[in-house]
């Protein structure tokens, strides 16, 4: 490993800065005194901190986990659309009636919606696009959507079942 | 808190195009390319990170790694931030003849985002060398502290709130 002299000999400071953090002090002591001071900033910061600046934090740490959940191929059957919606609203603040107020969508069929005993339509997915400012698109949804029938797909045969008296007719061989 | 695999785009600096990256977690295997690869990563001893946790930034297209981060979680409440304890871009991507630009921005957006992913609001600190506090408020938006004491002769710098949101903007909204 080179040392820090001759790091410095080779790229300018801007070239560094761009490409390089150095490591913060190893010693206990040392490091120790580097983290109260970043707990005292920290204070400042929070002190600082207006309502909608909170607020933001808040939503786009659940736009986060919302991609993240998109782009892992694993399925969980705890984050369901339902979930998701919910902590929207938590996190708005909002009682479910007034929300529901807000797109214009019926109080029950919002709670059913939320305790997935039903799911939500096309419309309510567009809705939720414009009452977020276009900041949780409807793709999102209509992904955390499907994420969620294929889970239940998987783990539900009847749900396929319930079907069979309406074919009347089905190939004979597989593939 | 799973690890994260994101999709980022860095730009390959001869032709301007954007091209698709990937950050995620560094595997044991990659700390034997690291060491073997002798010249790319010459600047510090990753394998003294091993236990910690590490991202590497790929070509979607291959796995050269082009580079590293290691993140410190502050899960405590009065600190409540990620901590970016070293950084590294492979040789051939620093200065004015780097084949790709943005890898060290990707790095420290990522880092924003998962800072407001766990609920740090977007706080990221960062130890500075003395020589390089003005280019990284100029480089990425960090807010310098002078808190000095003698053990700790270069303050901190922070991003947060709408210079984190900014960072994130500016090297993951294209992807």
């Not at chain 1, 934090?57 to 705890?78: P, R, S, T, V, W």
Request: with cysteine; glycine share 4%; charged share 30%.
């Amino acid at each position: 490993m080179k040392p820090q002299k001759d790091i410095e000999k080779k790229h300018t400071n801007k070239e560094l800065a761009a490409s390089i953090v150095f490591p913060g002090p190893q010693n206990l002591r040392d490091r120790e005194d580097m983290l109260s001071a970043l707990k005292e900033i920290r204070k400042r910061k929070k002190q600082e901190q207006t309502d909608d600046s909170k607020l933001i934090a808040q939503l786009l740490q659940l736009k986060f986990l919302m991609e993240d959940y998109l782009n892992d191929k694993a399925l969980n059957q705890h984050l369901y659309f339902g979930y998701f919606l919910k902590e929207y609203i938590v996190r708005l603040e909002k009682k479910y009636k007034q929300f529901a107020e807000e797109i214009d969508v019926n109080p029950t069929e919002l709670s059913q919606i939320i305790n997935r005993h039903r799911n939500p339509t096309d419309k309510i997915i567009y809705r939720l696009e414009i009452h977020s400012n276009r900041n949780f698109p409807a793709i999102m949804w209509f992904r955390i959507l499907e994420k969620q029938r294929e889970y239940e797909l998987m783990h539900d045969a009847s749900i396929v079942n319930s079907e069979k008296s309406h074919v009347k007719k089905q190939l004979s061989f597989s593939l | 808190m799973a690890k994260v695999k994101l999709g980022v785009k860095i730009r390959e600096t001869g032709t301007g195009s954007l091209v698709d990256a990937v950050i995620e977690p560094v595997t044991l295997k990659d700390y034997k390319i690291i060491k073997q690869s002798t010249g790319r990563f010459n600047k510090f001893d990753w394998s003294l990170y091993k236990k910690k946790e590490v991202y590497k930034l790929r070509l979607k297209a291959n796995t050269t790694i082009l580079g590293l981060m290691c993140l410190i979680d502050h899960t405590d409440p009065d600190t409540n931030a990620i901590e970016i304890a070293l950084l590294e871009v492979s040789v051939e991507n620093i200065g004015n003849n780097k084949q790709y630009d943005y890898i060290g921005g990707c790095l420290i957006a990522f880092a924003c985002r998962e800072s407001f992913k766990r609920g740090h609001e977007g706080f990221v600190s960062l130890v500075p060398k003395s020589s390089l506090i003005e280019h990284y408020t100029q480089h990425y938006g960090f807010e310098y502290f002078p808190m000095q004491t003698p053990s700790r002769p270069c303050g901190l710098m922070v991003l947060y709130d709408h210079l984190a949101r900014n960072l994130i903007m500016k090297y993951l909204s294209a992807s």
